[in-house]
């Protein structure tokens, strides 16, 4: 199977670490690229590759990967980091890319 | 600076055709792969497809869910990526996201994307009778 899931949604205190999990048989063996969408707003790639971030995203985003679990850490949670989180990976077997379902964090 | 700007997207009755265009700039669009992922109405992303680069063949694959239904190609010398989508359905209501796209390499453990990737803004498809 190439379903990759994610808790619908998490909630973290403002200032506080929160990790937001990607899980799948899809994950395995794949360092997965992670999405920040805003309401309204195209998603943005806050890490890629090898646990890295493009220009101008602050070094509070981290990645890890471990087995078919993906983590994205935010270390310090800000208001503006409310949003819809994505991880993306590809199937092992299709070779076909795949999204996670979805993470909607709010920050308290 | 990397700009996508998608266009084509409307109103679209069911069994209908649509052809998306996405205008590509600041970048060596020929070079470069590209894909379309979409996200219906209160959903999530699903993964459309993808086209490589004239280097690499320029081939293209597709999700299930479309595949059969529609064809990605591009012009590279008009820097534009299209999505013709034929025997529109329902489901297929959705914000269409151009976006580049990167080779997946590998380090000895994982596979990773070892380039980031840009995304216009969306053009939205929406198919009712």
């Known amino acids: 199977s190439s379903e990759v899931t994610q808790d619908p949604a998490v909630s973290v205190a403002l200032g506080q670490t929160v990790r937001i999990t990607c899980q799948g048989v899809?994950?395995?063996?794949?360092?997965a690229s992670w999405y920040q969408q805003k309401p309204g707003q195209a998603p943005v790639v806050v890490i890629y590759?090898?646990?890295s971030r493009p220009s101008g995203i602050p070094d509070r985003f981290s990645a890890s990967s471990s087995g078919e679990t993906s983590t994205l850490t935010i270390t310090g949670a800000q208001a503006e980091d409310e949003a819809d989180y994505y991880c993306?990976?590809?199937?092992?077997?299709?070779?076909?890319?795949?999204f996670g379902g979805g993470t909607r964090l709010t920050v308290l | 600076e990397v700009h996508l700007v998608e266009s084509g997207g409307g109103l679209v009755k069911p069994g209908g055709s649509l052809r998306l265009s996405c205008a590509a700039s600041?970048?060596?669009?020929?070079?470069?792969?590209m894909r379309w992922v979409r996200q219906a109405p209160g959903k999530g992303l699903e993964w459309v497809g993808q086209?490589?680069?004239?280097?690499?063949?320029?081939?293209?694959a597709y999700a299930a869910s479309v595949k059969g239904r529609v064809s990605i190609s591009r012009d590279d010398s008009k820097n534009t990526l299209y999505l013709q989508m034929h025997s529109l359905k329902t489901e297929d209501t959705a914000v269409y996201y151009c976006?580049?796209?990167?080779?997946?390499?590998?380090?000895?453990?994982?596979?990773?994307?070892?380039?980031?990737?840009?995304w216009g803004r969306g053009t939205l498809v929406t198919v009712s009778s």
């Open positions: 976006t580049t796209d990167s080779a997946w390499h590998f380090d000895g453990d994982y596979y990773y994307r070892h380039e980031t990737d840009y």
């Open positions: 600041g970048f060596t669009f020929a070079n470069a792969w």
């Open positions: 086209i490589k680069s004239k280097v690499d063949a320029g081939a293209t």
């Open positions: 899809s994950v395995r063996g794949y360092r």
């Open positions: 590759g090898q646990n």
């Open positions: 993306n990976s590809r199937d092992s077997s299709t070779l076909l890319e795949v």
